[in-house]
């Protein structure tokens, strides 16, 4: 039995690396908006927040501008999709031409690298006065897992470092792919599951949810390793592609798919998979429930 694990919000939950990252975005947007600008921002980025989460199916993460995740599927999406709505309103809107020009002032690439780059310092404060956040409900998990003989590959787009610091913390015994060990997590960071294939548009259905499936990454992992049950909190990221693959290919026919449904996971994508793809099983409780789906 294999088990194929995202990271962060299936170990972890990340509202306090998520509060920090949209607090370092929204100051770095006040401070480098122009002056004649500055007072009306904060106002500006509220607003434009707010109707990120509006429409969560236009707005999102989207690296080179399509959308690979939705606006509301994690705390860390709507600040990746406000950047997103800055990027789309620059042409019409002076507040979003201007905050988006002071972006790239300061060097970044894109701004989807300055939302790299204020993430990768929120974890960094928070990791520095918390320390690093696996559950211990989700280590617990974990353990009983692998003492079950249950083979583990945690596959995250947080980088190898901090899934080796933050398990290391844990006390869970892991090594780092490819590198493998009985009994201990094998750790593929860095995975780009958020990747978008630039040559290939593969949009799945499923009611009302029109989620790309093109993840180029992803999909060379997933068949490498083969799993035989796959475990995230994020639909789009996490579970479209193995759920795509389970409905085209005999041989992911049998692959279980755990959603882990968090207060953040949104109702109309819950009501939306009830519907239309009965094959994802949403799950309350965290690890411990995919534990108990698959060593009964
Ligand atoms: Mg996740």
Known sequence: MKLLSDFDGVWTHPREESRVQGEIVDALLIEWAPAHLRDGV???????????LAEPDRYGWAPGGRLSAFADEDPFAEHSA????????????????????????????????????????????VEGSRGPGVLPSAAASGRRMLDAGVEI???SNSGREKLDRWFAHAGLPHVVHPASEPGALRLRGGARK????????AIERFGELAVETARPFYESILREEAPDAVVGDVFSLDLALPLFLRRTEPAWRHVRLFWL???????RIREQLARHAPEVEPLPDGLAGVASALLG
């Open 82 to 125: 406000l950047l997103h709505y800055i990027h789309l309103h620059a042409g019409e809107d002076p507040v979003a031409a201007a905050l988006h020009d002071a972006v790239l002032a300061p060097g970044h690439d894109s701004l989807e690298a300055f939302g790299g780059a204020a993430h990768a310092e929120a974890v960094a404060r």
């Open 194 to 201: 958020f990747v978008l294939d630039p040559g290939r548009v």
């Open 42 to 52: 904060a106002l500006w980025v509220a607003d434009a927040r707010r109707a990120v």
């Open 153 to 155: 590959v945690v596959v």
């Open 261 to 267: 449904l968090h207060d953040y996971s949104p109702a």
